[in-house]
C-alpha cells in the first residue's frame, strides 16, 4: 500500500548519481539553492528582528505589478529594467504600509495585507490585459522551478563559462548582501535593537530602514523569477529563525544561517530526487524538518529540554 | 562661571507646541536649561513628559516654537547629547550581549563604515564597571533583571560621553540597589558638569533626588531650584485634584511639603 505513494529508497540513484552522470545539472541546482537560502536567510536575519517577518511576503508578491508595469513602459526585458520595477514596488509597498497603520486604526498585519493583496492583484490585471506584449505570467513568478536552471543561458567572462545566468546573478547579490551586512553592520544593529537611540546617535534611521527594503526587493527579484516565490518567502524566515534558537549573538545566527542554507539546498535536492518532487517544496520540508528538530531537541533551551526542567522542578 | 557665560545653554525651548493628530499634547513650553543641572521632570500621567523628551530628540515632530541645543539644532548638536529610552522600549530578547549594547553608545563617535575599536571596548568595560555591571559583559541581555537592564542602559549612556543627557523613567521598576547606584552616577555626571533631564515617577524621592524640577502638565507649571518649586500650590497645579485624594497630614509628611 505505502509503495504506492514512497517511492523505493535506492542510495546509488539518489546519493551517487547525482554527483557523477547528474553532476552538470545538480551542482547548479545545489548551488542556485544554497544562494538563494543564503541572501534571503542573511536579510531576512534583519527582517525577523525588526518583526517584518510578514513585510517580505508582501513584497514578493507586490513586486509583480511592478515588473510589469516596468516591461510594458519600456517594452524591454534587461536586468536593469527589472530591478528598479521591482526596487520601486517594494519600496512604495513597505512606505503604504506604513502609511495606512500610521495614520489610521488598521493594525500592521491587517495593512501588509491590503497593500500586498492589491498590489498583487494589479499586477495579475496588467500581465492579463497585456499578455500578448509581456513575457510574464503570474504563475511563473510564483512557482518558478528550480529544477530549469542548467538550462538556463550561460554567462561567460573573458571567455570563462561562469554557469548559468541566473546562478552567476544570485551569487553576485549573494556576496554583495554579505558586503553591505559586513559594511553597515552597526548600523543595522542599533537600528533594529533601539530606533530612539539610533536617531539620537544621528543615525538616519529611515534611509536604513528603506535601504533594507530595498535589498529586500532585489534579493527576491533575483531569486523568485528562477525559484518561484515559496522558496524566497521561506528562507526569509527559515535560517534566522532556526538559528536564533541556537544562539543568542547576532553574528553567530548570521554565520548559523550560511551553514542551514548548504543543508536546506544539499539536502532538499537529494529528497526531491528521491521523492521526484518539487525542488524548492523539498528545501522548504528539509527547512521545515530541521526547525521542529532544533525546536524539539536543542539541548540548551529546546522543548524537550524544558519539559524534563518543569517536570523536575514540579517534583 | 566663565563657561556659562561663553557657551550658550544646554537647553533652550521657546514657545514650544506638540500635537499628535491635532490633539495638543504640550502647549507653549518656554524653558532654558542652565549647564550643570539635574533636573527632574515630573506630572501626571498623559502630562507629556516622555513626548517633551521625544520631541527634543527629534523623535516627535514639533508642531510650532523651536528647541536649541547648546545653541544649535538638535542634529548639529547631536555627539553632545545622550539618551536613555525607557526599558520597555527594546526588545530584550534581541541576540545581543551587554557590551554589544554599551558598545551601541560608540557608534555616534565612530560614524559611517568604522568599526568599534579596542579603545571603544576599554570605553564600554569601564562604563559597565561604574555601574558595577562587568561581569556580566558576556551575558545575553534576555538573562538580566530589571535594575541590570536599566544599569546596562545607564553604561551605553556613559559611554556616548554626552554633555547633555536625557533619560526616560531610568527608576521605573528597578531594586533598591539600582536606583542608588543610578541616583549616585546622576551625582557624579552633573558635579563634572553635565546636565541631565530625567523623567520621575515619583514625587516623595523627586525631592530629594534633582537639583531642580520641571513641573508639567501639557504646559509647564513651573521650572527651577527644587526647594523654590516643590510647593503644595505647585504641585496642585501639576496634578490637579489627583493630589488632594491624600490627607494634607499625609501630604506633609510624604512629600515634606508644608500645607497651609
Redesign the interface.
Known sequence: MIENFIPPFNFNDIFIEPWTYGFESYIWIFLMGFFVNAACGLVGNFII?RRMALVGDAISHSLLPGIALAFILSSSRSTTVIVIGAISAGLLTTIFIEYIYKTSRVKADAAIGIVFSTFFAIGVILITMYADHVDLDADCVLYGEIGFIPFDERASFAGINLGPIPVVRMAGVTIVVLLLIN?????L??T??????A?????NTNLFHYGLMAVLSVVIVSAFESVGAILVIAMLIFPGATA?LI????PI?LGLSLFLSILYSLIGVHLAIWLNCSIAGAMVVVAGLIFTGVWLFNPTNGLIKKMGLTRKLTK | MIDDYREAAPLEIHDLTVAYQKKPVLYGIDLEVPKGSLVGIVGPNGAGKSTLI?TI???VPIGSGWIKIFGKSF?KA??R???V?QRE???WD????VL??VL?GR??R?G??K??SKDDKDIAMACLEKVKMSPYANR?I?NLSGGQQQRVFLA?ALA?ESDLY?MDEPFAGVDAATETAIIEILQELKNRGKTLLVVHHDLPTAKQYFDRLLLLNMRLVAFGPTEEIFTMENLQKTYGGRLTILSDVAVERNLGVKVD
Open positions: 528582528l559594511l553597515f553592520y552597526k548600523e544593529l542599533v533594529s535593537f533601539d530606533v530612539g537611540l536617531n539620537s546617535l544621528g543615525i536564533s544562539s543568542h549573538r547576532l545566527t | 521625544k530628540m527629534g523623535l542634529k547631536i555627539t547629547v545622550g539618551y529610552p522600549s527594546v526588545d534581541f541576540p545581543v550581549n554589544d549594547v551601541m557608534y555616534g565612530l559611517l563604515l568599526k568599534p545575553q534576555a551605553r556616548q536625557f
